[in-house]
Every structure is written in structure tokens, then in C-alpha cells.
């Protein structure tokens, strides 16, 4: 395991980095690999990022298409809020492998440490944590942009300083944002509180298609082509759905399936307060945090709730 100030003094030492968010990429991805982005190359470094798939409506408002523009040769590779290499897709192979270094910051308790260096913290909030720390060892100065994409990062996974990986140092480094002058009202209003026609469309398939297990302590719900189609989504919509199976009174495990064709499911898992849902994941090929965790099962629907609906029984 390495410190910020050791990945600091590797970023100021070297050169030419591609930063990779994961794969349907999240604030907390987006917000940190920018942030670093400009940090770098406020420090006159070449730097990008490299999406593994495309950014979703709810974000364009931190993004900007020149943060794409790649006119160097990569010599480090540096994967940002990335739980595992897969989650990469083909930029592991094609731009992870092949970089001279590879640096992996991560937040994600189930991270192996793919890295040739690794700064990986399951206990912050945010892959924006461990980024804002390696900003202050860089000494670079903590501009407006930055420290909103920082903040993007910080608040969009802690579900607006709700969730318990929400610490006194979470407070704190938000707390020291607010000296450049951040738009939090602007901000947290267009992540929280802001969902186009077509999200809220999904949203009556979402809450039609809760079933409840286990005496009402698991939740699930899904989300298939019918569903895109009759409500104009895009899967991607789903994500702002995600809390609601774990928001009925007494459920502890929510879980939201996204079929993506007959044998291929992708599930978000949560928890309230016990059980660990990255420990599941983990048994089927998955990861994540302990109330937070993704898995995607090369089976239908149905099998996959199967096996999810077998291991939760157990826990809840
Ligand atoms: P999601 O339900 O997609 O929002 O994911 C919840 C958390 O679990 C996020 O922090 C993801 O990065 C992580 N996660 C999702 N799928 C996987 C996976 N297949 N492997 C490892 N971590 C995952
Ligand atoms: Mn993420
Ligand atoms: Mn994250």
C-alpha cells in the first residue's frame, strides 16, 4: 500500500497519464479522475482521461470534451474509483497493461491492488477523498473547478451525506471546499433532485415491480427493454432508482436488476444497517462496499434472483 505523498511525488517525478474512471461511470469516478485531471495539468503535465463507456445526461455539467484529448503517448496509466480490473472492460488490455505504471486509487474494500502502485482506502467515502488528498500533497492550488468536481465526487457516494461511509474527515475536506467558492445548492440540486421526463417515466416501472421477501426484508425490482422502451430510458436510468428497494420501512437488502439480454443480469445490491452485500458480490464474481455492491451474472433474470434470493435468506 502507498500514501498520497508517495503517489504525489510519483505524479510530480514523471509524465503522460491516462486516467480511467470504470465502466458506466458514477460521480464519484467522473468528480475524482477530473479533479486529478486538472490538478495535473495545472502542474504542466500531459494528462486525460479515457472512458470505458460513455457519461450519463446527469453528469455533462462537470465534463468537458477536452478532458478526452489524448496527443501524448501514455507512459502511466491511473485507474480512479475502479473496485476491479474488469470494470476497465477493454482499456485494461489496451491501455492499463501496456503502461510503463500503473496506479490504482481506490476506495472499494474488495480492491486486490491491481496496481504497480496502489493507494487503495476502504475507508473513505470517496475515491474524491483519496484524490483531494494527493491535490494537497501535490501543492496545487485547490481551484473553484477542482474542488466542485471533488465535491461532485464526495457527495454523489455518500448519497448526499447520508450514507454511513460518511466520516468526520468526509466533513472536513468538504468543509475546506467551500473556500474556493463552490456552488453546493447548484450542485447537489442537478445529482439529487433534478431526473428527466424519461427517468421519472422509469420510475412507475421501478415501483410497479417491487416484490418484497423474507417477511419484508428484501426488496427487488428490475429493469428490462420493456421498460426502456415504454419510458424512452436508457439503462443507465435506473441508477437514480437504486436506493428505492431498500427505502420501504423494515427492508434490509434492496436489490435492482438490470437485464441487459437473456443471459446477462447486472445487480445492484444494497443494505440498511447488517447485512454485508459485497460479501455476496464477492461469491458470485462481484464487489463493491459493505452497503453498496455490484455483481453481473452471465444468466437470465430469473437465476440470478434465484441464487441473490438464496444467500440473502440466510443474512436477513
Ligand atoms: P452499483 O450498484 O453499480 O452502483 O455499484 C455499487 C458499488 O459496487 C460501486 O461502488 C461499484 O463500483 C461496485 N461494483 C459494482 N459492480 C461491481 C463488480 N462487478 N465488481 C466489483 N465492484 C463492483
Ligand atoms: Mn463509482
Ligand atoms: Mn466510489
Redesign the pocket.
Known amino acids: 500500500m502507498h500514501t498520497a505523498k508517495q503517489i504525489a511525488n510519483f505524479l510530480k517525478d514523471h509524465n503522460n497519464y491516462i486516467i480511467i474512471p470504470?465502466r458506466?461511470p458514477?460521480g464519484d469516478c467522473l468528480g475524482s479522475s477530473s479533479a486529478l485531471l486538472l490538478a495535473l495539468r495545472s502542474l504542466g503535465k500531459n494528462a486525460a482521461i479515457v472512458l470505458p463507456s460513455p457519461i450519463s445526461h446527469r453528469h455533462e455539467f462537470i465534463w468537458d470534451s477536452s478532458y478526452e484529448k489524448v496527443d501524448f503517448k501514455c507512459e502511466t496509466a491511473i485507474s480512479v474509483d475502479v473496485?476491479?480490473d474488469d470494470?476497465m472492460l477493454g482499456l485494461y488490455e489496451e491501455i492499463y497493461q501496456k503502461a510503463d505504471y500503473r496506479i490504482c486509487i481506490d476506495h472499494?474494500t474488495?480492491n486486490p491492488g491491481f496496481g504497480s502502485l496502489n493507494f487503495v482506502d476502504g475507508k473513505a467515502a470517496a475515491a474524491g477523498e483519496l484524490v483531494y488528498q494527493i491535490i494537497v500533497e501535490l501543492g496545487v492550488e485547490m481551484t473553484k473547478d477542482i474542488a466542485e468536481r471533488i465535491f461532485v465526487s464526495i457527495a454523489d457516494d455518500t448519497g448526499a451525506f447520508q450514507y454511513s461511509n460518511t466520516t468526520a474527515r468526509t466533513h472536513m475536506i468538504v468543509s475546506s471546499l467551500y473556500d474556493a467558492n463552490i456552488d453546493s445548492d447548484s450542485i447537489m440540486r442537478k445529482l439529487f433532485a433534478t431526473h428527466t421526463v424519461a427517468e421519472l417515466n422509469l420510475l412507475k416501472f421501478v415501483t410497479a415491480r417491487m416484490e418484497y421477501h423474507c417477511g419484508g426484508k428484501i426488496c427487488t425490482s428490475y429493469v428490462d427493454s420493456e421498460a426502456l422502451i415504454a419510458s424512452g430510458a436508457e439503462m443507465s436510468a435506473a441508477?437514480a432508482w437504486?436506493g428505492l428497494t431498500r427505502a420501504g420501512e423494515g427492508i434490509e437488502v434492496g436489490m435492482m436488476f438490470k437485464l441487459l439480454s437473456d443471459n446477462e443480469t447486472r445487480v445492484?445490491l444494497r443494505s440498511n444497517s447488517y447485512v454485508d452485500v459485497s460479501a455476496v458480490?464477492q461469491k458470485f464474481g462481484?464487489?463493491?462496499?459493505v452497503r453498496?455492491?455490484?455483481?453481473?451474472f452471465c444468466e437470465s433474470y430469473a437465476e440470478a434472483k434465484k441464487k441473490l434470493l438464496n444467500e440473502f435468506e440466510k443474512l436477513v
Open positions: 470504470h458506466s458514477d473496485a476491479a470494470m472499494h474488495t441508477d437504486i445492484s458480490a462481484g464487489g463493491g462496499h453498496a455492491a455490484g455483481v453481473t
